[in-house]
């Protein structure tokens, strides 16, 4: 399945997939295809986008964090963690694998965020008309990160709902 292939290397996918649509970009520029937008909307949003980035790094870092301290409250009170469907999560290597596509995610978006920062702070007047470009590609992985917690968030969703059922 094709999700399965992308989430044996989400972050290498997600920066494939958007060097592909950026350059796409380009070359719909370059026919005229679509122009470039003024330069002070170009700016503005590479400010906006590195907003966006760091907000949605605190989100995952949150459903991180409430995952990690479940798993080690879940654990301490019950003693056998594996009665309930968060229980056999907790206890599969699923769990372990959420965390590790949840701190990529961390990783790509703050990535994104930090460039966004340095471009606009240190880059001369003169380049900013291909901020556009940045910003597209930072787009496209601030989408795909959070299109991968949503399939992972609903995975989980899943995997309670099956539990429901089963009792």
């Known amino acids: 399945m094709i999700l399965d ?11 494939c997939i958007s ?13 005229n295809w679509i122009k470039l937008p003024k330069v002070a909307d170009t700016y503005s949003l ?11 790094a605190g989100f995952i870092l949150t459903i991180l964090t409430v995952l990690i301290t479940f798993k080690d409250n879940s654990a301490s009170r019950s003693g056998n963690i594996e009665e309930s469907a968060f229980g056999r999560f907790f206890a599969s290597d699923f769990y372990y694998e959420t965390v590790k596509h949840l ?6 978006i703050i990535t994104i965020a930090s460039i966004g920062f340095f471009i606009k ?33 609903s995975k989980i969703l899943v995997l309670q709902r099956n539990n429901n059922t089963e009792e």
């Open 19 to 31: 060097i592909i649509v950026t350059l796409f970009v380009f070359y719909a520029i370059g026919n």
């Open 103 to 108: 701190k990529n995610c961390i990783k790509e």
């Open 5 to 15: 292939k992308y989430f044996t290397r989400p972050v290498f996918w997600d920066f």
């Open 46 to 56: 590479t400010g906006d986008l590195t907003n966006i980035a760091l907000t949605l």
């Open 121 to 153: 702070l240190f880059v001369p007047e003169n380049y900013r008309p291909y901020f556009f470009y940045y910003n597209a590609f930072g787009v496209m992985i601030t989408i795909f990160t959070v299109w991968r917690c949503l399939i992972i968030l």
